[in-house]
């Protein structure tokens, strides 16, 4: 192989799978759509990345910490839910009693016991004195 074939052929791999990494700018930038709830294929679209670029970039160290990418992301979303919990706390003050209730029911889970609080929590109980006849009595058995 010639050698400028080889370094063609480094430089395309290079812009497709190892992306540059962000600047300053463009990770403020994600941190303000992140906060306005921005979805993140549009982030990329403005960011005129790729899919695999995107992924790239949002990929973690080894050792467990945060690509710049997804810090801005999680730094982004946080503030976007701390706005939401004030304007709620702020309608709770002034008496709206929603308010009360979503911040209640989502932030403080009040009410909840462990599991999943989506499901209905179904509770039977058999008196064990009863009879089989006394059951079909009590509750009608249809049998095929």
Known sequence: ???ELVASK?????D???PAPLSLQQLNAVRTLAT??????TMRRALGLTPSQWKALKQDA????????GLALEEGRAAGIDD??????ARMREGDIRAAEWIGDRLYKVG?????GEQ????ININAALSPEDYRRLIQVQQP
């Open 1 to 3: 192989m010639s050698a």
């Open 120 to 123: 209905p929590r179904v509770q």
């Open 112 to 116: 909840r016991e462990d599991g999943n």
């Open 84 to 89: 939401l919990v004030a304007f709620f706390k």
């Open 36 to 41: 306005e709830g921005v979805r993140e294929h």
């Open 16 to 18: 497709l799978t190892v």
């Open 62 to 69: 080894s050792d467990g910490e945060l690509s710049p990418l």
């Open 10 to 14: 480094s430089v395309c791999s290079t």
